[in-house]
Structures are given as C-alpha cells and as structure tokens.
C-alpha cells in the first residue's frame, strides 16, 4: 500500500501540469535548457585544483611533468565551462530577444581570456594568504589557511567569478559566490572590486554588495556589511553606484555596517567593532561606537545593592 | 602497521558497546529505524523539480509531454516520503507508546494533501521570486535569482515544510527548514505564518521563530531575528506564542531583533536597522536607532589634534 | 568548436606552469602529498555513527550484535584516520624540517588514545543534548535535536577535533571544525575548552576563539562573538591567552561581544543582547545594554504630530 493510487496520481499530474501554462516565469519550454549549478559547481573545484596544482591536486605530482596534469584539467574546465556558457548566453539572447550570432566563437574568446588570468589570480590569492598568516594569530601554517579558512575560500571564488563577470557573462559569476556565500556565510556580489592582500576572519554573516570598492591591504571581520543605503526603489537603482569604497589599509571590525554609494573609508583608517557608518570617514582615523552604557543587576546581595546599579565599565 | 591491534580493537569495542545500555535517550534498539536526513534532502530536490521543471529539470521539456516528467517524478517522490513519514510517525508512536493503526493509509492520506498543495505553493513562491526581483537592484533577470538566492531557496523550503507541519507531520519539517539553514543561513521554523510576497536580501543570521507571524508583502535583511524574550523557562513555554507578529508591508533592515509574542509591528511599518524592539510599534511607523554617538582619533597630526574627537556624524 | 584550440592549450600550459616555481608557498611538489578534506569529513560521518549507532546506523540493529556493528566502524574509521594523520604529520615534519621516525607507531598511538575517548564523548554530547532540549521550547524530542539541530552538530564536531588537537595533532582538527562552520555558520576552533551541558541556539555567526574557556551548564544564542580584543600584531601573539573565560552558568544573548584575554564573566552571570563588553562581570550579575534611544516617525498625521517623535520604548 506504499504507492500512489492511480486516481491520485492522475489527479496531481493533471492539476500541477495546469499550474505550468499560467507560469509568468518561464520562457517557453521548448526553449529552456538551463545551466546546471552542479556542473559550476565542479569547474570552481577543476579551477582551485589549477591554482593549487600543490594542495588539491588528485595525484602525485613530479615538478617536471606538472604541465600533463595542468594541461589535462584546462581541457577538462574548457569542455564544461564552455557548455554552461553556451547555455547562460543562450538563454539571455532569448529573453533578450536579440541575435545569437558566433556564440561558439565569443565563448571561447570568453574562456581564453579568462584562464589566461590563472597566473595571475594565483599570484592574487597567494597574497590573500599571506594577509590571513600575517593577520590572525590562531593560524599554523599556510596549509591550515588553504584547507580551511573560510575566508580564503570565498575571496577565491569571487576572484575568480569576478574576472567572468567582467566578460560580461551572465548568471555564472553569481553562481559561483553565491555557492561561496552558502558554504562560508560570506555574501561577496561578483561585481565588487576588491584590491591586493585582502582578509576577512571567521566571516559568517560578511555581505560586500555589488559596487563595493576596496583598495589593498584591507582586512574585516565577521557580520561586516558594505551595503546600499536604501534598495527601496529597487531596479530603478539598477547600476548605480551605492555601495560603499573602502580605501588601502583599512581594518573593519566585526557588526560593523558601512552603507552609501558616497561613504568612503579613507586611507588606514580603522573602524571598530557593532559601528553604523552612513558617512564618510578620513585616512588614518579611528572610529569606534561609543559604548552604550551597560545596566548590572545583582543577584547576591539583594539586600544592601540598589536594584540596578548603572555602571560604565 | 596501519591497521588497528587485534588487541586494541577488542577493548574499545567492549567499551563502546558497554557505553550503549547506559544510554539514557535510546529507546531499544529492537524497535529504531530512524528517518534518514539524505533522502529527505532528495525528496527537496524532487519537489523542487516538481515545482520548477523549466528550472530544474533534468531532461529537455517539451510543454505538450510534460505530464509525464510530473507523473514519473509524483511517483518517485511518493515512493521516498512514504517511507520515511512511516519511519518518523512509527518513531513517535513508540516514543508515545501510542497505537500505530493504519498507518500506511495515514500516510498515503497526508502525502496526498501535501502534493495537492504543489499548484498552490507553484505560485506562492513565484510572487516571492517576483518581490525578490522587484526589491533587488543588483538583481538582472529572475532566472539568476531562482538559481542563486539563499532567500528565495530558504523560503521555498519553508513554505513545502510548513504544508507537512500542518499535517502535524514530526521530525521531517525541522529536518528539512534546517537543511535550508545549513546551506542559507537563514533559520526559519516549519511552525512559523508567513504570507505572500515575501523577500530576504542577503539573508545570513536571519532568525525566525516557531510562533511568529508574518503577513503580505514584508521584506526583511540580514540578521534580523524574530524571537522570544526569553527561552529560560524552556520546555514549560511549548505551544505559547512567544514571538513576534509581523503586519503587511513592513521592511525590517539587517541586525534588528524584535522580540516577544506579544510584539506587533503595524502595517506599512519600517525598522530600521540594529533595532531592539520588545514592544509594539503602531502601523505606518518608522523606527529608527538614535545612532550612537561615534569617538574619532586621528593619527596624523597628534600634536595639534585633541586625542579624542567626539563627533556626531 | 567546443573545444579549446591547440595553439591557445600550449600557450596557457606553459603561463601556468611557469606560475608554479615562483610559487613561494610550496614546498618541493615531489615532497608533497596533502590530507584530504573529502576523507576527513567522511572520518567524522564514521565517528558520529559510532557515537549515535541508534540514530545514525545504516542497518537495522539489534542489541545484541551491536558489537560487530562497532568492530567495522572502528577499523574502518581507524584506515581512514592513519592515512589522513600520517599525511599530516608527514607535512608536518618536512616543513619544520624535524625527524619522521616511527610514525605509523606515534599515529597508532595517538588514533588509540582517541578512540577509547569515544564512550566519554557519547556522554558528553548526551548531556549537549539534554540542555538543548531542556533550553527550547520549540523542541519536540531529543530525535528532533540529534537529526537537525546545528548548535548539537557543531559542538559535537569540536568536541571530537578537541580530542585530536590534545593530541597535538596539526591541520585535521582544524578542518572538522571548519567544516562544522561551513555546514552551521558556528566557528569553534578546535583548542577552546568547553565544559559539559553546553548549548548554542540557533547559532550562525557564533565565533569562540582558540584560547577561550567555557565551564558548565553554559547557553549561547546566536551572533555571539568570544573574541580576541584585536590581532593587530598577527604571528606575535600565537600561542597567548587572548579570548575570554565564561564561568558556569552563564547565559549569553544573542549578537553580544566578549572580547580579552583577561575578561572574565562570573559564575551565573546573564549576558543581554548585543552587549559589547571587554572587562570582566562578576558572579550571579545580570549584564544588559540600556537600549539606546529609539526614533519614530510617523507617517499617518503629518499635520498634527512633529516629524520625529523620539520616545522610549
């Protein structure tokens, strides 16, 4: 008695494929072959294997036959990515309306130039571990930095999505940090532009929205937002810079919320922890929340202590 | 010598084993075959499919044979959640030392009012993707947002568990809101009321509680919790309301909490954000935090400059 | 055309492996051959199942051949750990450049040593349990906590790194803890020491740093940071008591901050929310924030009410 009885499957079959025709979403379905979160999923893993050959490499590794395995994989990255980028642009040119000509040949164009970025990006994010080894007491070694600061990972990912989203290819960039943000808690938009020895600690709960500018050598915290003032007006705002720009030699400690298209964190300045920032701030200043009082309440000696004693500690 | 000592093997063994009767939570082992977390996750993925085919499906859809991706995929969903419902209520009855009567048609009845919902949850959460894409600039198109929104997928999630927990379903709601919560961040009860159109931006540390209501139309932001004023009484506040309801149309910004079952916020309200609120705000009512005075200290010129400037910005 | 041309495949094999030499974090490739994350993992999915065999087991059980159930769990857990550790103590060594003799007896040692802890943990994650369902009145039974509560997972998961990091184990603890921190949003470094019947609610943004210390009978909500007053100096202050001690006790509300080395919060002390507090409390003390002035506006009678009411609420 484990099945569905025929009369309730035909019933269901009948009413959720009525619920299809009314959909407002959907483009027709003949039409619709999407890309597969999966498959992108996978190219993130190929293309951290490519950058860390030495760490996430699935073999032994010889330094002096290296270039089979690299070769292997950038074929391997080239097969699927191209795939699922054929199916983004696709997709777009149809909801778009407009023509779809050499899709082939743009999407290879797109792919070499972004894995011709690979050195560099390698440079980039060894620099990134360099910042957290430097920046965080509690680290051992590299090693550990590698295999498991979430910080790390995310800023990865959004490297790399980053140089996608400057291709102009839709919908995969923001894939791919949004698959970083589910594993670590940290919600950077492919869009940012984030500079050279970049940190962030622990990180749940970070959000670094779409027109964030952060110079180099910054480091934040976990709960830290870079976010819009206000996103009432929704896709009016389409564009428009209202994100904040965070300028070299910053530090942000954790809670802290700095919001605005116009606010801008000047050169060195350090900016303290549970801090609301709606305005701009010059170099070399610190900033810190003056600390709410506090409200103590005893239990011991009921007798002799005033019910609340208001202290400033 | 990689492998364990015979020696060593037979001792923690004996003492393993003699750590089980010991153990107080267990009911005997005889009568235990518990739900299975993985195969509650693919019944997610299913009903997702079921929910969105044009999104999720895995084959290429024609719309005039679509019935049958819906038959196959009603009779696979079926086939899972029968048999893990039958293992949670058999669970609970032993548990309750209840009686067990008829419980495949008990089940079979509660899969089929579940699945009759499909039409109806198909355009609820199409109104959510529809609120995330009007409230979001960074948003391009609704198909980035159906593939990459902790909010949108969190609340899917919600809305299929809150149908199985009004079916007074055990255990599988929880286990599948908390799924949501793992991959999101974003911790929303199966008990809670939430209304159309709604939309969490960013989303981590986004807490909601088992009692909360929330009405059409409201947006709310990363680490806004909705919750009890205090859990210290534990299990003797069961089944009380002791969080917070939410009217239409209210915006609640990231950080804020709101707290207690007697807290309602009015219609048409905005909260702003980093707000504590333990009592109720009329409708039509902005709410702000008087932000707290910020300290300055500049590091450039330290002779001229007081060491500490206490501004209001 | 889908594949990449041979020209480009040279070109880009040749940029990348000439990446690799200037790889100033390698170690000699030949050398290397890294833990896996993957496998660790699969270490604690093992380990969970021989804590909670009643709840976690693959088969049917039945008490009296429960024993041979435990027998292949621990030699399969115990394969799959000597690998992991002897590559991480291989690492290890070579890196510091320190002598690798009779490894496969130190790791067999150390796995031993570990493994016999088993039963103790099995009560200590019991007595987890129990003060998450004694905690939380939305809990139905201790099934619902062991299958879907994050708090329960994450602490489980530091509990067994905890044990290997007293080992002196280096990297693997580190990599369970960060994975409970991807799948929860908690991050619990391996080295804090956390006493019995501890419970963390909701959880995601919860940070307890490597030097802190937890008694007995503690609660947390979530956001709560046991942080480290600032790690400016990095590297310098390894090692260093730098997060604080939380007595028995002690409840601490969601979003609050206890940050120092020295700051120490007394035996029954109660924590408010979003507190941020880096001196220490005493005992039985109830600590909160004055909630700071909040601001309304209404929006119905612009004629008759002044723009900004501020009230306190």
Chains 1, 2, 3 share one sequence.
Do not use: W
Not at 231 to 250: A, N
């Amino acid at each position: 008695m484990s099945k569905i009885s025929e009369q309730q499957i035909h019933f269901l079959v009948e009413a959720i494929e009525a619920s299809y025709p009314k959909n407002q979403l959907a483009i027709p379905l003949e039409f619709v072959s999407q890309p597969k979160r999966e498959l992108i999923i996978k190219v993130i893993f190929i293309l951290r294997e490519l950058l860390f050959l030495e760490y996430f490499g699935q073999r032994q590794l010889i330094s002096t036959t290296i270039k089979y395995h690299i070769g292997d994989l950038l074929i391997n990255v080239h097969k699927i990515l191209h795939e699922q980028m054929v199916l983004a642009l696709t997709y777009q040119a149809i909801e778009k309306n407009s023509p779809l000509d050499n899709i082939n040949e743009k999407v290879n164009e797109i792919i070499f130039l972004f894995l011709s970025k690979i050195p560099e990006l390698r440079c980039m994010i060894e620099l990134d571990i360099q910042a957290a080894f430097n920046g965080d007491p509690a680290a051992t070694d590299k090693n550990e930095i590698i295999y498991s600061y979430p910080g790390v990972f995310a800023v990865s990912i959004y490297r790399l999505a980053h140089e996608l989203q400057l291709l102009s290819l839709p919908l995969i960039p923001r894939i791919m940090t949004e698959y970083a943000h589910s594993v670590t808690g940290i919600d950077i938009h492919p869009g940012a532009t984030i500079g050279k020895y970049f940190f962030i600690d622990h990180g749940t709960g970070v959000v670094i929205g779409e027109t964030t500018t952060i110079g180099n050598n910054v480091k934040i915290y976990q709960g830290v937002t870079l976010g819009a003032l206000s996103t009432r007006e929704g896709q009016k705002l389409r564009g428009v810079k209202r994100h904040p720009t965070i300028e070299d030699d910053v530090t942000i400690y954790s809670g802290t919320s700095i919001l605005g298209g116009e606010t801008v964190i000047g050169k060195g300045a350090v900016i303290g922890s549970n801090v609301f920032l709606t305005k701009s701030v010059p170099a070399k200043t610190k900033v810190s929340v003056k600390i709410p009082e506090l409200m103590y309440k005893g239990r011991i000696n009921k007798e002799s202590d005033p019910e609340y004693m208001v202290l400033d500690i």
